[in-house]
């Protein structure tokens, strides 16, 4: 049994986004057998039996450290507590959500110049938690390609980590966001002949996270305004837009799709608006809704995403509408889970729509589809790479080495030192691949530095 140290950047409580279900999810799997101590921003209202929960602050982060063996966070936490960089605790980092391309996203304020200085500062701040981890954990096989290259960047995929692992699945694991174990169960109705303006028959699209810069969703707004003008029975439910953390401000997608469907005379009739869904209560709005809609724009960040919300949809067995470019998109369309249409196709997605309302026969069939789906992403068994390692947590091998690797680091900008094997090694490699013509002109680049 080992001492395992959580600490969340995200509040956590009956209102939660990914990032606070995630850690409340794994605190709860690695408490059935650790000693699991999990420090929040804010003070909770959950409670568990086997689960000791404090308020994150500089000191009970230092105090904790000093007692538990291993630390589980995202990087951020590293730039919070930065005492935690060198501390001898083993630490394994989240980077489920690649934050550095999320970023480039979001509105900036700043000059050009203000953007690029915030830019390679967070970018640094990743090299950071990158250099000082023993293990990392990201949330599909395409973000382990990225962080892959991240780390090797970084210099953590080194010959003494590669001999010991060369597949790299010991550094570098991959752990999805999961599903409840248990199925989704309706408690109470809550919008079907409940909500204002939504009717006991009407056929019920639900947005199910947040409405941040990534997403789409006034294209959503756009498609449901020529729904609208075939059918009035369709709707479109938005679970939330303001975050429950009070430090993540409302984005401007959210202003601008409200804007929007006010705009439409949309707002109220054929769309609605909630502020945020209980984490204990959103099944209840899954199980009423009809379809699932995941509406992004086409950019890197969707392409390395892992929409967290789509999970619960596959959970609820609610049959799933998506623009195309991520991984669980691709994922509703082998398993047919539902349909795909293309970024920023308003008509496209406006027919899926109507197709997919006309079609509960199908609906059925997808919705047998997801259920089947979410076994395979059950909590405990994306996260049972992490609570295995936490059987038997070891510091990564390459730190053993530390002196040696914070040289090559500090001198990453010269030649290092006795490399003569490695530009004997090059000089042959040259001189089979360009002959001895080549090799004369590599080895006078060598010697002028370049």
């Known amino acids: 049994m080992s001492r395992v140290l959580l600490i969340s950047n995200d509040v956590i409580g009956k209102q939660m986004a990914g990032p606070g279900i995630r850690t409340w999810e794994l605190a709860k799997l690695l408490a059935a057998e650790h000693a699991v101590t999990l420090l929040t921003p804010t003070q909770t209202e959950l409670q568990h039996p086997r689960l000791s929960t404090q308020v994150s602050t500089q000191e009970s982060v230092r105090a904790c450290a000093e007692t538990h063996d291993v630390m589980i966070g995202q990087g951020q936490v590293l730039s919070r507590y930065p005492f935690l960089i060198a501390h001898s605790i083993l630490k394994v980092i989240d980077l489920y959500d690649p934050s550095p391309i999320g970023f480039l996203e979001t509105t900036q304020p700043q000059t050009i110049n203000g953007q690029l200085e915030s830019h390679h500062a967070l970018v640094r701040e990743q090299y950071t938690y990158l250099r000082a981890g023993d293990v990392f954990l990201c949330a599909s096989e395409r973000q382990w390609d990225f962080w892959a290259g991240m780390l090797m960047a970084a210099g953590r995929i080194n010959p003494v980590v590669y001999s010991n692992d060369r597949m790299l699945r010991n550094l570098l694991m ?61 709707k479109l439910f938005f679970m939330g837009v303001k975050r429950p953390n009070a430090g993540v401000t409302t984005s401007h997608t959210a202003e601008q799709t409200i804007a929007l469907a006010d705009q439409l005379g ?163 490699h040259h001189y089979r691949v360009t002959g001895m013509r080549g090799l004369a002109t590599r080895v006078m680049s060598w010697s002028c530095g370049r």
Not at 361 to 377: G, H, S, V
Request: charged residues 25%; proline residues 5%.
């Open 266 to 428: 949309l707002t109220n009739q054929l769309v609605f608006f909630n502020d945020w869904v209980a984490y204990e209560d959103r099944e209840n709005f899954l199980l009423e809704a009809d379809l699932g809609l995941n509406v992004h724009r086409d950019n890197l960040e969707t392409r390395f995403s892992f929409r967290t919300r789509m999970m619960d949809y596959i959970w609820a067995g609610l049959p799933i509408i998506s623009t195309e470019g991520d991984p669980l998109s691709d994922m509703v369309r082998a398993k047919q889970l539902g349909l795909t249409v293309p970024c920023g196709d308003v008509e496209s997605l406006a027919q899926a729509i109507l197709q997919a309302a006309d079609a509960p026969a199908i609906r059925q069939t997808w919705r047998n589809n997801c259920l089947e789906t979410a076994q395979e992403f059950s909590w405990d068994r994306v996260f049972e790479p992490v609570v295995a390692w936490c059987r038997s947590p070891a510091q990564a091998k390459d730190k053993e080495y530390a002196e040696v690797w914070n040289s090559c680091v500090e001198n990453s900008g010269s030649r290092p030192k006795h490399a003569w094997q490695y530009y004997l090694q090059r000089a042959i």
């Open 174 to 234: 991959v752990s999805p966001f999961g599903v409840p174990t248990q199925a989704a169960a309706h408690r109470r109705r809550v919008l079907k002949g409940v909500w204002p303006g939504i009717d006991r028959d009407d056929v019920v699209l639900l947005w199910g996270g947040g409405l941040w810069e990534w997403f789409d969703p006034m294209m959503a707004v756009s498609a449901m305004s020529l729904v609208g003008r075939k059918r009035k029975d369709i």
